[in-house]
């Protein structure tokens, strides 16, 4: 049996890791193909490192670009690259620009579609990533959800696929990788002390096109002044920065340790020193709460609504007034459940169900 992993993103290629283990564990042939939305060697290459992945079988190297260039560039490369590739299973993760266009390609080459990740719904239509997982789930053969609450989604939208409940990959990376952070270096080099700073990050598409959701952040920094904050820019935001002349009023504040984005173990060694993590980020959001880290989340909704019981996860928007409140607030102590995000041993459960289903 042959499997297809399409992955182009951060966030992809972190969830294709363990799952890519346990697909040539079971004797599965695995080919990774790689779309080239990310590039820079720290928003991709130190991916495949830190989690021992082989080299991709195929690059696509879109590159950057507007969603419509990206998606149309991938679908055409992928179909030329992968149709005379015998494919039983197209793999795609999560919600980026690599996973509609990857299962566009699938549907339209009639291969089988499986979308780990499936059923989640911030119910927010202006993040792209909300349209590209509700397109992705109706796309797909085969629809491997991570919570109960992903499966109910599925439910109430009469879903063509079959739905799988396999628990989230999180919970195993975290476990493998926590381990892994305790050797990282990433504390020593800035200089840090556990627990003493608040970890930043904020990419999305909605947060960074606003000049005045930059100016909140700076607001958060210049009226916490004897807060110290770790910000590990993506590049986005770093351009948007300097478009927005904001980058040397940032520059300028001295509690504020701005890093290129680090690689993911030096990443979980950061957040789990943290007293608390600030961000718009989709997986940080559930790794924190895996992590017991509280989370301060940039956004007015949420997609992994199991964070938000017992306050472990707090939405503010990129409101400045409601950033410092958060932070300033007690930790939560109760009111916590990692079972919400299964047992653990998701990509086992997702190589044996794709064993039995894809013959
Ligand atoms: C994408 C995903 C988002 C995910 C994020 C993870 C979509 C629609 N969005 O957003 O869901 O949370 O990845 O980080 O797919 N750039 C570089 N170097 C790179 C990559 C990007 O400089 O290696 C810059 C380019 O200027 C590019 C911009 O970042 O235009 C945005 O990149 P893009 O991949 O389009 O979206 P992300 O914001 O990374
Ligand atoms: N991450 C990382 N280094 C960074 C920032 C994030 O390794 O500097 C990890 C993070 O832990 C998460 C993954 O990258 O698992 C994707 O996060 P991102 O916020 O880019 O995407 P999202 O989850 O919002 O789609």
């Given at each position: 049996m042959k499997v297809a992993s399409i992955v182009g993103a951060r966030p992809n290629i972190v969830k294709m890791g363990p799952v890519h283990k346990?697909?040539?564990?079971?004797?599965?042939?695995?080919l990774i193909v790689h779309t080239g939305q990310h590039y820079d060697y720290e928003m991709s290459e130190i991916f495949f490192h830190d989690f021992?992945?082989?080299?991709?079988?195929?690059?696509?190297?879109?590159?950057?670009?507007?969603?419509?260039?990206?998606?149309?560039?991938?679908?055409?490369?992928?179909?030329?690259?992968?149709?005379?590739?015998?494919?039983?299973?197209?793999?795609?993760?999560?919600?980026?620009?690599?996973?509609?266009?990857?299962?566009?390609?699938?549907?339209?080459?009639?291969?089988?579609?499986?979308?780990?990740?499936?059923?989640?719904?911030?119910?927010?239509?202006t993040m792209p990533e909300e349209n590209n997982r509700i397109l992705t789930d109706h796309l797909s053969n085969y629809l491997?959800?991570?919570?109960?609450?992903?499966?109910?989604?599925?439910?109430?939208?009469?879903?063509r696929g079959k739905v799988y409940y396999t628990g989230d990959l999180s919970v195993e990376i975290i476990a493998t990788i926590k381990a892994i952070s305790r050797q990282s270096k990433i504390l020593d080099i800035l200089g840090l002390k556990s627990r003493s700073?608040?970890?930043?990050?904020?990419?999305?598409?909605?947060?960074?096109?606003?000049?005045?959701?930059?100016?909140?952040?700076?607001?958060?920094?210049?009226?916490?002044?004897?807060?110290?904050?770790?910000?590990?820019?993506?590049p986005r935001t770093k351009k948007m920065f300097k478009t927005f002349g904001l980058l040397e009023r940032l520059l300028k504040c001295s509690n504020v340790k701005t890093l290129l984005p680090v690689g993911y173990i030096d990443f979980i060694a950061l957040l789990q020193n943290a007293l608390k993590v600030v961000t718009d980020s989709g997986g940080i959001q559930k790794e924190a709460y895996l992590l017991k880290i509280p989370c301060i989340?940039?956004?007015?909704?949420?997609?992994?609504?199991?964070?938000?019981?017992?306050?472990?996860?707090?939405?503010?928007?990129?409101?400045?007034?409601?950033?410092?409140?958060?932070?300033?607030?007690?930790?939560?102590?109760?009111?916590?459940s990692k079972s919400v995000f299964g047992n653990g041993k998701t990509s086992g459960i997702i190589s044996e169900l794709i064993s039995s289903i894809v013959q």
């Open positions: 346990s697909l040539n564990g079971s004797g599965i042939e695995h021992e992945l082989p080299k991709p079988d195929i690059h696509l190297g879109v590159g950057s670009g507007t969603s419509c260039f990206q998606i149309g560039e991938i679908i055409q490369l992928l179909e030329r690259k992968i149709t005379e590739k015998d494919i039983d299973l197209v793999l795609v993760y999560g919600d980026t620009n690599s996973t509609i266009a990857g299962a566009i390609c699938a549907n339209k080459c009639n291969m089988k579609l499986g979308h780990i990740e499936a059923g989640l719904r911030s119910y927010d239509f491997f959800a991570p919570t109960k609450n992903a499966v109910n989604n599925l439910k109430k939208e009469k879903i700073y608040f970890l930043v990050t904020m990419h999305r598409a909605e947060n960074t096109s606003s000049r005045d959701y930059f100016i909140q952040l700076l607001k958060t920094f210049e009226s916490l002044i004897d807060s110290t904050f770790v910000f590990p820019i993506h989340t940039i956004r007015k909704n949420t997609e992994w609504v199991e964070t938000i019981k017992g306050h472990w996860n707090v939405l503010t928007g990129v409101d400045s007034e409601k950033i410092v409140d958060a932070v300033k607030r007690p930790s939560p102590r109760s009111n916590y």
